[in-house]
């Protein structure tokens, strides 16, 4: 399989290379060539084992294109997807079905994505790409900075993901004060030399921004062998598709599966939709949004307008005003035409928005839904759920499991996403509900780890030195 930009100027390049550069040269996001069908051919399979259904997927989207040079195919990608998922991974750190589906009400599910080792969705993906990432370095002999910018969850995940790493340094830029205690420990207590958890003085965009600052200094990305693990990573778009083709084939009788996404940059939404191209009987895509709502109102609007700031809520792994991989829905809507990308991103560069074309926006309602939850409302939910169900709720499921109300015409079988453990934001949980979700046992130890942070301030040259200091890829 090769993947080009969604701003239609840099050359394709294989599997391995998307995942490892991240952004294209061009600033476009890498997309497959073609959408290969699994789903339809598959679906026994992914009734049965997460592992097997991950190392088909794996499998289609690395495939190896005839007459291409390519490091990737389908042995290594299920060895290494039964490494990360399989009975060896579950007896250790995962429940046994890695993404189990819980009912709620009749024809309503809730698919729980965060039992993995630190407890949010993100480690479904991270978790593969861990290994993924010390595959391609070992076969070139490479090494690696990793950055990423965390609004809390894919830090800790990206830290249990690249922890002991050989060949790879994790430097993890979080927003300072805005982050949940659980979260924040699970980036500064593993305890590995190789991991560098860094306050930054200012909120989640300003850490992203320094991120894209590194990139964009070639010299300096090229000396620290520079990568990511953001949402817009293609590897962790691929690993999230999996649990969306498991879960509508498990359910699908009598018919296709409206799933409900709680949305900031539009990653895991990504993923459903590409387990839908690629055959999975899927039929809506519900955005659901708290009050940084960019999404929401680009449906509702048909305009994508960046907010003039960006609101601090009981979901922050949400709290984020442009929604990265929203690009990527925009090149499928546009019929895959780059210099139009490239246009609507050059005005939002520019003015902060864009409008959709008309039949861009059609192909978005067709496939996708959205709304926005007000704080008050994911209390609100999380309380009732709670009373109704027995079912204790994180903030962010939470504003999943509103919006399946505020939202008209679903059908059923309805799954809501479940993306993090509600341990992770235990007061908001107890405030709402007045019980105080427990730890895993798994990781009881949290809070008598020792932990290592440094703080840096919002700038990135101080960042620079100490990546520069630290890292051992830098030549
Ligand atoms: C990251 C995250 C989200 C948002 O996921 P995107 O892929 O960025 O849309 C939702 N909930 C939780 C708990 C998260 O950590």
């Not at 993923?271 to 659901?288: D, E, F, N, Q, T």
Request: aromatic share 10%.
């Amino acid at each position: 399989m090769r993947y080009i930009s969604t701003r239609g100027q840099a050359p394709a390049v294989s599997f391995l290379d998307a995942v490892l550069a991240g952004l294209a040269p061009d600033g476009g996001l890498y997309m497959p060539e073609n959408w290969p069908v699994i789903g339809r051919d598959n679906g026994w399979a992914f009734t049965r084992h997460f592992h097997n259904s991950a190392g088909i997927v794996l499998g289609a989207f690395g495939k190896p294109d005839l007459g291409e040079q390519d490091e990737f195919g389908e042995s290594p990608a299920r060895a290494l997807a039964d490494s990360a998922y399989g009975f060896l991974a579950a007896d250790k750190n995962w429940h046994r079905a890695i993404t189990p589906l819980v009912q709620i009400d009749g024809g309503e599910w809730i698919l729980e994505l965060f039992h993995g080792p630190s407890l949010s969705f993100k480690d479904v993906a991270m978790q593969l790409i861990g290994p993924l990432y010390d595959y391609a370095l070992t076969l070139r002999n490479e090494k690696l900075s990793v950055v990423c910018a965390t609004s809390g969850d894919t830090g800790g995940a990206a830290v249990e993901a690249i922890k002991g790493s050989a060949r790879s340094d994790l430097f993890v830029l979080m927003p300072k004060g805005r982050v949940s205690d659980v979260q924040k420990r699970f980036m500064t207590a593993s305890g590995a030399a190789n991991v560098h958890a860094i306050d930054i003085d200012g909120d989640f965009d300003a850490c992203q921004a320094i991120v894209k600052a590194l990139f964009a200094d070639r010299n300096f990305s090229q000396r620290a062998r520079l990568s990511g693990v953001n949402s817009i990573n293609w590897a962790r778009i691929v690993a999230q598709s999996v649990y969306f083709q498991v879960a509508a084939h498990t359910l699908c009788a009598p018919g296709p599966v409206d799933f409900v996404v709680p949305t900031g940059n539009f990653g895991d939404a990504f993923s459903g939709y590409v387990a839908k191209m690629c055959g999975a009987p899927i039929r809506k895509i519900v955005l659901a949004t708290n009050a940084n709502d960019i999404l929401t109102r680009a449906l509702q609007t048909g305009r994508y307008e960046r907010a003039a700031h960006s609101h601090a809520t009981l979901s922050p792994a949400m709290d984020i005003q442009v929604a990265s991989n929203f690009e990527r829905i925009i090149f499928e809507a546009v019929g895959r035409d780059g210099a139009v990308v490239r246009r609507l991103y050059d005005q939002f560069a520019q003015s902060g928005g864009f409008d959709i074309p008309p039949q861009a926006l059609a192909f978005l309602r067709e496939h996708f839904d959205a709304t926005a939850v007000s704080d008050a409302e994911t209390a609100e939910t999380m309380r009732a759920t709670w009373k109704q169900s027995g079912y204790l709720a994180c903030p962010h499921t939470a504003v999943g499991l509103r919006a399946r109300q505020q939202v008209s015409g679903l059908g059923h079988p309805l799954v809501t996403l479940a993306t993090a453990h509600p341990a992770k934001f235990p007061d908001t949980v107890e405030q709402a509900t007045g019980m105080r979700p427990p730890l895993p046992a798994k990781h009881a130890d949290l809070f008598s780890r020792p932990e290592r942070i440094d703080t840096l301030p919002n700038d990135v040259e101080a960042v620079k030195r100490f990546i520069q200091e630290r890292s051992r890829a830098w030549s």
